[in-house]
């Protein structure tokens, strides 16, 4: 999936729970089940050469960009302070595909992700069709609109 619908579940969890012990591993766990849902991200392509790392790379940085105007616009834009845990659910939400970024971008990971890296890449399911990709997060993003 895209980074803003896991960072943007990660956050939802994180307005809805107290406290870290709960939303940090609840977002992570979130991340896995959304990865399962078949899915087009900025990664789609990488395997089987028809996307190149540049191209992921700049996508995924728009994807980013993204991603912090939709965290700030569901949950910062009215509110009167700074949410921390908002921020601290969404990158957690995000936390899977960070310690997969080294290996995917610079194929380098230290021993110790290698089992992190290689659960999260069994749960993967990237279809190449955009369209069809993009439209199970697009309604994610719509129920949490509405949830938050």
């Known amino acids: 999936m895209l980074s803003v619908a896991h960072a943007a579940t990660g956050a939802l969890i994180a307005s809805k729970l107290p406290h870290p012990a709960l939303y940090i591993p609840l977002a992570i766990g979130a991340h ?7 899915h087009w991200d900025v990664g789609t392509g990488l395997t089987n050469g028809t996307r ?19 965290i700030y616009f ?6 009167a302070t700074w949410q921390t845990h908002i921020w601290v659910g969404a990158l957690a939400g995000l936390t899977p595909d960070l310690i ?21 890449e069994s749960f993967h399911h990237s279809i190449p069709k955009i369209a069809m990709g993009l439209l ?8 949490i609109w509405f949830l938050r």
């Open 100 to 120: 997969a970024t080294p290996k995917i971008f610079l194929n380098w990971q230290l021993s110790i992700l290698e089992p992190f890296n290689a659960f999260h």
């Open 136 to 143: 199970p997060q697009i309604i994610l993003l719509v129920v």
């Open 32 to 38: 896995y089940l959304e990865d399962w849902t078949p």
């Open 52 to 70: 190149t790392k540049r191209t992921a790379f700049i996508l995924e940085i728009f994807d980013l960009i993204l991603t912090i105007g939709v």
């Open 74 to 79: 569901f949950w910062q834009n009215s509110a």
